[in-house]
């Protein structure tokens, strides 16, 4: 492979993570952001065929929202990188496109996988009584997430684009897709647990999705960001102890879960 020499980021990536936060403003804003969350979704929504579809054009927002921040380094990279190649703007698209098919399968199996909770809570009476032990229970897994060698091993990846980058990089449309691919596993296995938090949250709160955007992007990015980690996961063990403790202290984001 070519040297990956700096290079600006490309920039249908800035104007799509743009425009993704504007619509998710604009969603909040316009109070139809209650009406895509998958909780409304599944249990006031239409049909699960029609549901499905809705959700999945919601989530891929959210992914361009607050996902392809934190990878805006190996898109930079892997432009640059393949400046000279005779289809350069479709080879970047397959990579992106790669990154997000991996990002909607999650989204996928998180909704197929609420529904499944939904008719647990409606079947299970101290589930019924007890709402809030799902969302208490998806933070204890964020935290405890946080101090396993999966989120090392997928965050050290994540950190080193281009070590990743001259490892896989292989010219032409198809392996830019299973490099985004690829790269888009990586990702999720770092990121899944706290993605599964902005899964809960949806649009529903432009806080939530910030701060969790920012997390992860520093976890990634940021000088400090490997001594991030346990901190958030011993800030996100806490709150769920105090959730289970005193449910009030559940966010309302999360209590719809």
């Known amino acids: 492979m070519q040297t990956v020499r700096a290079a600006g980021t490309p920039t249908a990536i800035p104007a799509l993570i743009a425009i993704a936060w504007a619509l998710a403003a604009l969603a909040q804003?316009?109070?139809?952001?209650?009406?895509?969350?998958h909780d409304a979704l599944i249990e006031?929504?239409?049909?699960l065929q029609i549901a499905l579809p809705l959700f999945v054009l919601a989530w891929l927002?959210?992914?361009?929202?607050?996902?392809l921040p934190s990878s805006l380094p190996l898109f930079r990279m892997f432009a640059a990188a393949s400046a000279n190649q005779p289809?350069?703007?479709?080879?970047?698209?397959?990579?992106v496109g790669g990154y997000v098919v991996v990002w909607t399968a999650f989204g996928m199996a998180a909704f197929a996988?609420?529904?499944?909770?939904?008719?647990?809570?409606?079947?299970?009476?101290?589930?019924?009584?007890?709402?809030?032990?799902?969302?208490?229970?998806?933070?204890?897994?964020a935290g405890v997430f946080q101090f396993?060698?999966?989120?090392?091993?997928?965050?050290?990846?994540?950190r080193l684009p281009g070590n990743f980058l001259m490892r896989h990089y292989r010219r032409g449309v198809r392996a830019a897709f299973d490099l985004g691919y690829?790269?888009?596993?990586?990702?999720?296995g770092c990121c899944w647990a706290l993605m599964l938090i902005g899964f809960a949250a949806g649009f529903a709160s432009l806080w939530w999705m910030a701060a969790l955007t920012a997390?992860?992007?520093?976890?990634?990015?940021?000088?400090h960001g490997r001594a991030a980690v346990p901190i958030a996961g011993l800030v996100l063990m806490i709150w769920s102890a105090l959730v289970f403790v005193h449910p009030s202290w559940l966010p309302r984001a999360l209590s719809g879960i």
């Open 29 to 37: 804003l316009s109070g139809s952001a209650a009406f895509l969350h």
């Open 44 to 47: 006031r929504g239409p049909a």
């Open 61 to 67: 927002v959210m992914i361009a929202a607050m996902m």
């Open 87 to 95: 289809r350069t703007l479709p080879s970047l698209a397959a990579c």
């Open 113 to 141: 996988g609420d529904v499944f909770v939904h008719r647990a809570v409606d079947r299970i009476l101290w589930l019924h009584t007890h709402p809030w032990a799902v969302a208490g229970g998806v933070l204890w897994v």
């Open 148 to 158: 396993t060698p999966l989120k090392d091993a997928c965050l050290r990846a994540c």
């Open 182 to 188: 690829r790269h888009g596993l990586f990702c999720a």
């Open 215 to 223: 997390l992860m992007v520093y976890e990634k990015t940021g000088r």
